[in-house]
């Protein structure tokens, strides 16, 4: 498998990249990514083969079928990290909750969200790739909440790679910001910025622009790289799963091998989703993918109606804060697939120029044969929560959005897998306001009346945060960023 640009080529980056390329550098010319150019089409012999398979062997052959250019062994070490979620052997366990209805649970591992599926396996990558290279990186984070502790524990002690993240100081839940501070490693810097999370991320942005800046890292021979998922290297682990849970259903008996089923993704930047997609064309029998959004919802605005549109549009902030965005990274590979380069040049300057881009009724028609979404705001996903949980399922603010599109969205009666991307724990005082009426709760509350009320126990892990020393105690002004970083580097 190669790697071609979704914007076309400027004659200054290679027009094609290996894998292993795409992961060192993931940005690509006029400010496009990579994508792959092709995908294996795997049939339902490659499905039947795999029926009895644990995790780590069909993500083994899954990734051969990609033919990277990473050794064998290399792939086996990556893909060991599971070894230290709840089940090894089942590192993403797919619930029956419903008739037609199953969550595939794709917390289990460190840091209890979803973002650990592919982080995890990329930090053992992109480290070895770099160690092979005698090269040096830097990945700059910055996080509201989920993303941070899972990049900074995918590479926390890994050889020739560096982290600095920054988040907003206040502006994660208790667990978050625990999570980080009390990451204890020479190779992680973790911020605290006085500021909000666009603060943090205009930081981000200003210090790449710095001239200060990559002339030090050019002194210090450092290269920068990106964790979060415009890099490739973390969307090839998010296909893994959802062949995974599609087998998890023929498995359970809900369908029979080559029956289809839907899949339901709460998204933001659009990397699950994406990963579904990529699934899809590669084989596995999807009817349609549901994109569930919160109330920031230009995905599922694009999906039903064809329009980009954020001339009029401020960020609102949710109870499913890692699905608040308005610019949605991944949209871009699924429009350069449908729609090749150069179209996807045009919509994406239209969007950069003019906050907006509208697709013509042919192209609109086609997202629509892949695509179903719809949106949700707090209050409906609290509803939802409440429902679930009368029915004896807890589950977390981003996976409730789910539930309505599939009651709105699903044109046929299919079983359907809703995607659950963060555990309970990490947003127990919205949970604990839903379930039981308690508002204003610490996380700490909050995670033990739910334990308490729910008869449910928090995970060693989480309930371990609040004895661990802070490592990171870092909090200063959006003005000091660029020092600290330099002084880390
Ligand atoms: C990151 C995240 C999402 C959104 O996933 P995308 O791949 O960016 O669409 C949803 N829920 C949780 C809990 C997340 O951490």
């Not at 650990?116 to 053992?124: E, R, S, T």
């Given at each position: ?8 080529n400027?004659?200054?980056?290679p027009?094609?990249l290996?894998f ?5 550098s ?16 795997l049939g ?18 899954l990734?051969?079928?990609f033919?990277?250019?990473l050794?064998?062994?290399l792939?086996?070490e990556?893909?060991r ?21 199953f969550?595939?649970?794709?917390y289990?591992?460190p ?6 599926m ?23 984070a ?6 941070g502790?899972?990049?900074?524990e995918a590479?926390k ?7 600095a993240?920054?988040?907003p ?23 605290g910025?006085?500021?909000?999370f666009?603060d943090?991320?205009?930081a981000?942005k200003?210090l790449?622009?710095?001239t200060?800046?990559?002339?030090r ?9 990106a ?6 290297g ?5 296909i ?12 359970q ?9 839907y ?12 990963g ?8 596995l029998?999807?009817?349609?993918i ?22 009029q ?17 991944n949209?871009?590979?699924v ?7 150069e179209r996807?040049?045009?919509l994406?300057?239209q969007?950069?120029?003019?906050n907006?881009?509208a697709?013509?009724?042919e192209?609109?028609?086609r997202?629509?044969?892949?695509f179903?979404?719809d ?5 409906t996903?609290l ?6 949980y009368?029915n ?10 789910c ?5 709105s ?11 659950s ?5 990490k947003?127990?005082?919205t949970?604990a ?6 508002a204003?709760l ?11 009320r729910?008869g449910?126990s928090?995970?060693e ?8 020393p802070?490592?990171q ?13 330099l002084?880390f580097?």
């Amino acid at each position: 498998m190669y790697f071609i640009e979704t914007r076309g080529n400027d004659g200054h980056h290679p027009s094609r990249l290996s894998f292993s390329q795409a992961i060192l550098s993931p940005l690509a010319s006029f400010g496009g990514l990579f994508a792959p150019d092709g995908l294996p089409v795997l049939g339902e012999a490659f499905l039947r083969k795999h029926l009895e398979s644990g995790y780590q062997a069909l993500a083994r052959d899954l990734l051969k079928a990609f033919d990277l250019d990473l050794e064998s062994a290399l792939i086996d070490e990556a893909l060991r990290c599971y070894a230290s979620f709840d089940n090894p052997q089942n590192p993403a366990p797919v619930v029956k909750i419903g008739d037609d209805l199953f969550v595939s649970e794709l917390y289990h591992g460190p840091t209890r969200a979803f973002k650990d599926m592919a982080l995890q396996p990329f930090g053992v990558v992109l480290s070895a790739l770099a160690r092979q290279r005698d090269e040096r990186y830097l990945i700059l984070a910055a996080t509201s909440g989920d993303t941070g502790p899972a990049t900074l524990e995918a590479f926390k002690g890994r050889a020739n790679v560096k982290v600095a993240c920054l988040y907003p100081h206040g502006g994660t839940s208790d667990v978050q910001r625990l999570q980080m501070v009390t990451e204890d490693a020479p190779n992680l810097k973790v911020i605290g910025i006085r500021g909000d999370f666009d603060d943090a991320q205009t930081a981000l942005k200003h210090l790449l622009g710095s001239t200060a800046f990559k002339a030090r890292l050019r002194e210090k021979q450092m290269h920068l790289s990106a964790a979060n998922s415009v890099n490739f290297g973390r969307i090839a682990f998010q296909i893994i799963y959802h062949f995974h849970s599609y087998l998890e259903l023929v498995r359970q008996g809900a369908i029979p091998l080559g029956g289809k089923a839907y899949l339901d993704v709460p998204s933001g930047n659009f990397g699950n989703a994406l990963g579904a997609y990529y699934a899809m064309k590669m084989g596995l029998p999807i009817e349609k993918i549901l994109i569930a959004s919160n109330r920031n919802h230009v995905l599922a605005d694009l999906i039903e109606t064809g329009r980009y549109d954020i001339r009029q549009r401020t960020l609102v902030p949710t109870s499913a804060p890692a699905m608040d965005i308005l610019k949605s990274s991944n949209i871009e590979r699924v429009l350069f697939d449908l729609f090749g380069a150069e179209r996807t040049r045009e919509l994406m300057r239209q969007l950069d120029e003019r906050n907006y881009y509208a697709l013509t009724p042919e192209e609109l028609a086609r997202l629509q044969e892949i695509f179903g979404a719809d949106w949700c705001d707090d209050e409906t996903a609290l509803a939802y929560i409440r429902k679930a949980y009368e029915n004896g399922y807890l589950m977390d603010t981003h996976t409730a959005t789910c539930f309505k599109p599939y009651e709105s969205r699903r044109e046929k009666a299919l079983p359907t897998i809703i995607y659950s991307t963060a555990e309970w724990t990490k947003f127990s005082p919205t949970l604990a306001r839903a379930l039981f009426n308690e508002a204003g709760l610490s996380d700490e509350k909050a995670l033990r009346l739910i334990a308490v009320r729910a008869g449910v126990s928090v995970p060693e892990r989480i309930q371990a945060l609040f004895e661990k020393p802070v490592a990171q105690p870092l909090v200063i002004e959006k003005t000091d960023i660029e020092q600290a970083v330099l002084e880390f580097i």
